[in-house]
């Protein structure tokens, strides 16, 4: 079984609360196959992608069985992230999750396809050497040198750094120091130097890095000065580990009275007032959603849905195929928490699995809420009790717009496969050049 995880690089919040969404399994289910041509054909990029010199971005995530580098939609994209790279105990590139066998075909059909493909470092269970790696100018050298030969030798375009967290623990057993975020500032300048033909970025969380009292820093400009751009990871909002269901993804909070756990419109507004550029801000968004059991008494009044409401946090949902229970220990040695189920749905899964219809709109028999605050969507079975807080085309159009007058850099999905015949990727595409 290879170490595997759908929400290695999620994980916004508060972060104790988050490991129970993170499984560590695979799975030989497929998803469905489109069932109609995708509107556009290969080579036409009017989609948007580019547009303004924004970035359109989605993490390639390479063990799901069915679901491989030929698999891929490149038309709609100017970035490609290989999903996922970490640092090993000695400080050196080292690929465990990922096939490393899968990274020159990457690399190359990206290039072809004029995508420009990065390698993630890091991850939800690959940050556990992050600290170490860099907290000497010896250790940040021969981790600098390691990835820079790597991603030359394997024809990356750049190197995008998913420490999750500096200074803050994530999975439970990450190697963490006060010293964090300086050390990752003295890395990025030293691999600035050392490959100033890569691009460098970043997937942060929702709120900015911390300082050496472990608050969030009031400055994060240094890091605005070595990085080409960040992805703030604005998802895992709300999920099974939170004490309510709520938005996966919210663009907005500020009109969320009580339920303000953050949203694009917080972390941008955080990030900013720490001195990081709007227009080196890349938003990270979902092609999939959170899904929980709730009672229809609860879940349903007349024709419209109660969200913020408890769950049965027993009954976790299965999910879909590519994120099944758990069932062994997590990369630290802990057991799966609950019933093992993550609870996620793919995109396409929701459709697969009779939600929504083939085109994303809200298949008949469920009730749905479009939520005006957070712009995002829920849908709920009445016959099994399934409330999915999750993405759609309407979601994505929100954003992009707001990526637009924002005047942000573009968008980053995770995960590529998670969309279905370009429905979510064209919907952003499409707004973020202020077309819709
Ligand atoms: C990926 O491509 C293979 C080979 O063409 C195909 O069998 C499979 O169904 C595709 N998977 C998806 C998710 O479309
Ligand atoms: C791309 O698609 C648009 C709209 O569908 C069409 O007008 C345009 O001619 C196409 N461009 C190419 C190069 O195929
Ligand atoms: C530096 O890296 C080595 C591995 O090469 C590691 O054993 C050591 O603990 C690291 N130094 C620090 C201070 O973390
Ligand atoms: C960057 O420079 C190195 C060393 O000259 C070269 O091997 C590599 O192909 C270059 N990469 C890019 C993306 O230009
Ligand atoms: C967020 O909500 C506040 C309060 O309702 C509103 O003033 C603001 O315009 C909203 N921002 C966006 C980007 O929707």
Same mark, same amino acid.
């Given at each position: 079984?290879?170490? *595997?995880?759908?929400?290695?690089?999620?994980?916004?919040?508060?972060?104790?609360?988050?490991?129970? =969404?993170?499984?560590?399994?695979?799975?030989?289910?497929?998803?469905?196959?489109?069932?109609?041509?995708?509107?556009?054909?290969?080579?036409?990029?009017?989609?948007?992608?580019?547009?303004?010199?924004?970035?359109?971005?989605?993490?390639?995530?390479?063990?799901?069985?069915?679901?491989?580098?030929?698999?891929? *939609?490149?038309?709609?994209?100017?970035?490609?992230?290989?999903?996922?790279?970490?640092?090993?105990?000695?400080?050196?590139?080292?690929?465990?999750?990922?096939?490393?066998?899968?990274?020159?075909?990457?690399?190359?059909?990206?290039?072809?396809?004029?995508?420009?493909?990065?390698?993630?470092?890091?991850?939800?269970?690959?940050?556990?050497?992050?600290?170490?790696?860099?907290?000497?100018?010896?250790?940040? *050298?021969?981790?600098?040198?390691?990835?820079?030969?790597?991603?030359?030798?394997?024809?990356?375009?750049?190197?995008?750094?998913?420490?999750?967290?500096?200074?803050?623990?994530?999975?439970?057993?990450?190697?963490?120091?006060?010293?964090?975020?300086?050390?990752?500032?003295?890395?990025?300048?030293?691999?600035?130097?050392?490959?100033?033909?890569?691009?460098?970025?970043? @997937?942060?969380?929702?709120?900015?890095?911390?300082?050496?009292?472990?608050?969030?820093?009031?400055?994060?400009?240094?890091?605005?000065?070595?990085?080409?751009?960040?992805?703030?990871?604005?998802?895992?909002?709300?999920? =099974?580990?939170?004490?309510?269901?709520?938005?996966?993804?919210?663009?907005?909070?500020?009109?969320?009275?009580?339920?303000?756990?953050?949203?694009?419109?917080?972390?941008?507004?955080?990030?900013?007032?720490?001195?990081?550029?709007?227009? $080196?801000?890349?938003?990270?968004?979902?092609?999939?959603?959170?899904?929980?059991?709730?009672?229809?008494?609860?879940?349903?009044?007349?024709?419209?849905?109660?969200?913020?409401? @408890?769950?049965?946090?027993?009954?976790?949902?299965?999910?879909?195929?590519?994120?099944?229970?758990?069932?062994?220990?997590?990369?630290?040695?802990?057991?799966?928490?609950?019933?093992?189920?993550?609870?996620?749905?793919?995109?396409?899964?929701?459709?697969?699995?009779?939600?929504?219809?083939?085109?994303?709109?809200?298949?008949?028999?469920?009730?749905?809420?479009?939520?005006?605050?957070?712009?995002?969507?829920?849908?709920?079975?009445? *016959?099994?009790?399934?409330?999915?807080?999750?993405?759609?085309?309407?979601?994505?159009?929100?954003?992009?717009?707001?990526?637009?007058?924002?005047?942000?850099?573009?968008?980053?999905?995770?995960?590529?496969?998670?969309?279905?015949?370009?429905?979510?990727?064209?919907?952003?595409? $499409?707004?973020?050049?202020?077309?819709?």
């Amino acid at each position: 079984m290879k170490l *595997s995880t759908a929400c290695s690089l999620l994980m916004a919040l508060p972060l104790a609360l988050a490991a129970p =969404t993170c499984s560590l399994k695979h799975t030989s289910a497929a998803p469905p196959s489109p069932s109609s041509t995708p509107t556009n054909p290969p080579g036409n990029t009017t989609t948007g992608a580019g547009t303004n010199g924004k970035i359109s971005m989605a993490w390639f995530a390479d063990w799901h069985p069915d679901y491989s580098v030929s698999n891929v *939609s490149w038309t709609p994209y100017t970035h490609m992230a290989f999903f996922t790279a970490q640092p090993s105990s000695a400080g050196t590139v080292e690929l465990i999750i990922s096939d490393p066998s899968m990274v020159d075909q990457f690399t190359s059909t990206a290039l072809a396809n004029n995508v420009k493909p990065v390698l993630t470092v890091g991850g939800w269970d690959g940050s556990i050497y992050w600290s170490s790696s860099v907290a000497t100018a010896t250790n940040r *050298s021969t981790w600098a040198t390691s990835l820079v030969q790597y991603a030359n030798a394997h024809g990356f375009s750049g190197l995008d750094f998913d420490w999750e967290y500096p200074g803050k623990q994530g999975i439970g057993c990450n190697i963490i120091s006060p010293q964090d975020s300086v050390n990752f500032q003295y890395f990025l300048q030293e691999i600035r130097q050392q490959a100033p033909n890569l691009t460098l970025s970043a @997937a942060v969380s929702i709120f900015p890095f911390v300082d050496d009292t472990g608050s969030a820093s009031t400055d994060v400009s240094p890091f605005a000065s070595v990085l080409d751009w960040i992805e703030i990871m604005n998802y895992d909002v709300f999920g =099974t580990f939170s004490t309510v269901d709520g938005p996966n993804a919210p663009l907005n909070d500020t009109c969320a009275s009580g339920n303000q756990l953050g949203s694009a419109v917080s972390a941008v507004a955080a990030w900013t007032n720490a001195g990081f550029p709007a227009n $080196k801000i890349v938003l990270g968004v979902p092609a999939y959603g959170h899904s929980y059991t709730v009672p229809t008494s609860t879940a349903v009044s007349g024709s419209t849905l109660n969200i913020y409401t @408890a769950f049965d946090k027993t009954n976790i949902p299965i999910g879909d195929s590519w994120d099944p229970p758990a069932t062994t220990p997590d990369i630290c040695g802990n057991a799966p928490v609950g019933n093992g189920n993550s609870g996620v749905y793919n995109f396409w899964a929701l459709i697969q699995d009779g939600f929504l219809n083939q085109d994303g709109s809200v298949a008949s028999g469920m009730n749905s809420l479009f939520d005006q605050c957070s712009q995002t969507p829920f849908v709920y079975n009445p *016959s099994s009790q399934i409330m999915v807080s999750y993405d759609d085309a309407q979601s994505f159009t929100a954003k992009g717009q707001y990526i637009d007058q924002a005047g942000l850099l573009g968008f980053a999905m995770y995960e590529a496969g998670g969309d279905y015949n370009n429905i979510l990727v064209n919907a952003i595409n $499409k707004a973020m050049a202020g077309s819709s």
